[in-house]
């Protein structure tokens, strides 16, 4: 983070979230503790407004005009807190140049991260008790250098912080717009504790450069009705539609909506345009004076809370440490576009189908009531099946395009590969001499100690003779035990440890004695058959 600014006393711009080359982001927790925890203000209940939304949609620019009504209602509860009435005469002059949060004309974006203005306003709240407020500004979303989870991370962190979050849309509630609300709060929902209440306090939907005004007024009234229509829920609407309207009715416990007019082609077209109130239509000003009130009046004050517990500024701080942590880690899953989502749903669903036909084909060669198939058979119909559940794969239309289709191409491959691994083994249990090499394997020692005992002892070597009759009985008693764990299913553990001294005893003992014999007797019919032909 970069070094802490001395901080002006009217206040300044101060970034207390930073974007960084990876697409993370961090707290500048020093600052943050150097503005939370002055001792005016820390044990003080806090108020915060946020503005979120699309990037060069105002924001900034809208951010500056409340911070100049703060301005003026902070100086005059200071000069009359016993009488006071709230700000008048608030907007300024009409040669003054608009100054405080960062902004500009243009296409390019502006904001980076999350910003807070360095002052913090003492007003008396609701209920006349005086609190903190804290104006926050955030990057716009879906700019070009922006990912999805930076855009939600953004919007959710300033969402999970703020008691008044304000949604700033241009000219109309689109219902993508419903989308991408759902995605971000959802995302913030999921990294704060569990709970039954809703999680975030109070939402209103700026719709900037409202073009209906035939239709509905502008202002909170206006606004309402455009609300109470977009968020309407009926059984003609889909299930997503009304799925998207129940969760955000269930993420706040209040939802305004307030219609602006455009503040004029001055506004819009002149580059030099340096926010005084002479290039702004007198419509949007007229507006403007109820807008501002209407958040941060004494009796509009929405007092930060969390789990239904008032938030100080010193409790504030905790939060945001807490909140950092778990979008820094990788407790969250990660958000995705509506087109990503759907692109893996259909690359997973190609996927399904075409592993589901690998396996249906393989269980016609190889399932559980087919006959023993050679390992090498087995392998080769593998194969030919692998490759045409792939055929399939790749003929089945799919979205993303073929460079996002691959890794799922990869994922079809491995998990027929596994599949595979699965029928080998099960193929291998069907091999008779494999079910029966244990028995097979311990009577063939015993018949050879039973031959080598009597042969020991006819030539007088009776401890060699009395070595193989004890060889005898051990075999004999291992085969007794296996069998017993075979047919009861009890102590498998000594059964496999039975089964793998009879794979030694086979592959180290039997299996060359075997071959040796094989290629003996194969030599010696060689020999005699060379001897014929002479």
């Known amino acids: 983070m970069p070094p802490i600014p001395e901080l002006l006393p009217e206040g300044q711009p101060v970034q207390i979230v ?3 080359g990876d697409h993370s982001f961090e707290l500048n927790e020093e600052l943050l503790e150097k503005i939370l925890l002055d001792q005016k203000v820390c044990n003080k209940k806090i108020c915060i407004v946020s ?24 100086a005059h509860y200071q000069k009359t807190k016993d009488n006071f009435q709230g700000a008048v005469d608030w907007l300024g002059h009409d040669d003054e140049p608009l100054s405080g949060f960062s902004w500009r004309g243009g296409s390019e974006r502006e904001t980076t991260g999350i910003w807070i203005w360095s002052k913090l306003f003492l007003c008396p709240g609701p209920d006349g008790e005086e609190v903190v407020v804290m104006l926050m500004d955030t990057q716009g979303a879906f700019d070009t250098e922006s990912t999805v989870r930076d855009c939600a991370t953004v919007f959710a962190l300033s969402t999970m912080t703020s008691s008044v979050q304000v949604y700033n849309l241009s000219q109309n509630i689109q219902e993508d717009d419903l989308h991408h609300l759902q995605l971000f709060t959802e995302y913030g929902r999921l990294a704060m504790e569990s709970t039954e209440a809703k999680p975030f306090q109070s939402l209103m939907f ?8 035939y239709e509905y007024d502008y202002g909170e009234e206006g606004g309402k009705k455009v609300l109470d229509r977009k968020l309407k829920q009926s059984n003609n609407q889909h299930e997503e539609l009304q799925q998207v309207r129940r969760h955000i009715h269930a993420c706040f416990h ?30 949007f000003k007229k507006y403007l004076e109820m807008l501002a009130p209407s958040l941060l009046s004494p009796s509009s004050l929405l007092v930060k809370e969390i789990n239904g517990d008032k938030v100080t500024c010193r409790a504030l701080l905790e939060y945001f440490k807490a909140y950092m942590k778990i979008y820094q880690g990788n407790e969250l899953p990660e958000p995705k576009t509506m087109l990503r989502a759907t692109a893996e749903a259909n690359n997973l669903a190609a996927v399904a189908d075409a592993k589901e036909k690998y396996i249906k084909t393989m269980e016609q060669v190889c399932g559980g009531d087919k006959p023993y198939l050679s390992p090498e058979a087995l392998l080769k119909h593998h194969e030919t099946i692998k490759d045409a559940a792939m055929q399939l794969f790749t003929a089945t239309r799919k979205m993303g395009g073929t460079e996002f289709s691959e890794s799922y ?3 079809l491959l491995s998990e027929m590969e ?28 015993m018949v050879a100690m039973y031959i080598c005992s009597g042969l020991f002892g006819i030539i007088g070597l009776y401890s060699w003779s009395n070595f193989a009759n004890l060889m005898l009985g051990v075999c004999l008693v291992l085969i007794i035990a296996w069998a017993y764990v075979r047919y009861t299913g009890y102590y498998r ?26 290629q003996t007797g194969h030599q010696a019919m060689a020999r005699q058959m060379n001897k014929k032909s002479k």
């Open 493 to 518: 553990e000594y059964g496999t440890y039975i089964d793998k001294v009879a794979e030694i005893a086979w592959v180290y003992m039997i299996a060359p004695s075997y071959s040796y014999a094989t």
């Open 409 to 411: 191409a990869d994922k």
């Open 206 to 213: 700026l719709v900037r450069d409202w073009s209906y005004p």
């Open 51 to 74: 503005v979120a939304g699309a990037f060069r949609k105002g924001k900034s620019f809208l951010l500056d005009f409340l911070l100049r009504y703060l301005n003026t209602q902070h």
């Open 418 to 445: 596994e599949s595979f691994l699965q029928y080998e083994k099960h193929n291998e249990g069907k091999n008779l001499f494999n079910a029966a090499r244990t028995p097979i394997t311990l009577t063939t020692i």
């Open 254 to 283: 209040k939802i305004a909506c307030f219609l602006m007019p455009h503040p004029g082609l001055a506004v819009a077209r002149n580059p030099k345009f340096d926010g005084r109130l002479a290039d702004i239509d007198a419509e």
């Open 18 to 20: 930073a974007a960084t």
